[in-house]
């Protein structure tokens, strides 16, 4: 008697994707994100770094403290305070004169440095998409930060 083979159907999530979809899609936005990463490494900064940077150029001053930083990276202080003493030493931010909170800010080198921004390529790239393309995919990322950020804290939960 020969062996019936027998296809499997795929299933079909809530988001009219199927289930072979959702592998390949996952390995090809690990696949961007490493493409990214890898040129993010540049003017020897990592891309945490790259990071705040940016960071502090942009936010407020009761934002631009350690604890701010962390909130932004989702990160623990003590990690945030390790990027932070990085960059202090390499002359890119410094510290405010406070007691407490102290605010970070960039020093004349820092907004050098982030004149080279290496997020410029990703812009470049983001860029030629239309404004339909660009709005799905802000929502799609949005969804995903959202969807894994909650995954990690039920996690932490766990534990």
């Not at 970070?104 to 290496?118: C, K, Q």
């Not at 997020?119 to 959202?146: H, K, M, P, S």
Request: charged share 30%; aromatic share 4%; proline share 4%.
């Amino acid at each position: 008697m020969a062996e019936e083979q027998t296809q499997e159907t795929p299933t079909q999530p809530e988001n009219g994707a199927t289930t072979t979809e959702i592998p390949k899609l996952a390995e090809l936005v690990t696949q961007f994100v490493r493409a990214y990463l890898n040129n993010a490494y540049s003017d020897k900064l990592r891309p945490t770094q790259w990071e705040v940077l940016r960071f502090l150029s942009e936010a407020s001053e009761d934002e631009r403290t350690v604890s701010g930083v962390a909130r932004h990276q989702r990160t623990t202080l003590g990690t945030a305070s390790i990027t932070i003493t990085a960059l202090e030493r390499r002359g890119l931010v410094r510290r405010g004169k406070r007691r407490r909170a102290q605010p970070l800010s960039l020093t004349d080198e820092g907004w050098a440095m982030l004149a080279r921004d290496p997020i410029a390529r990703l812009e470049n790239v983001l860029g030629t998409l239309d404004e339909e393309q660009r709005r799905v995919l802000e929502d799609a990322v949005n969804r995903g930060i959202t969807a894994l950020d909650q995954e990690s804290e039920e996690f932490k939960k766990a534990s």
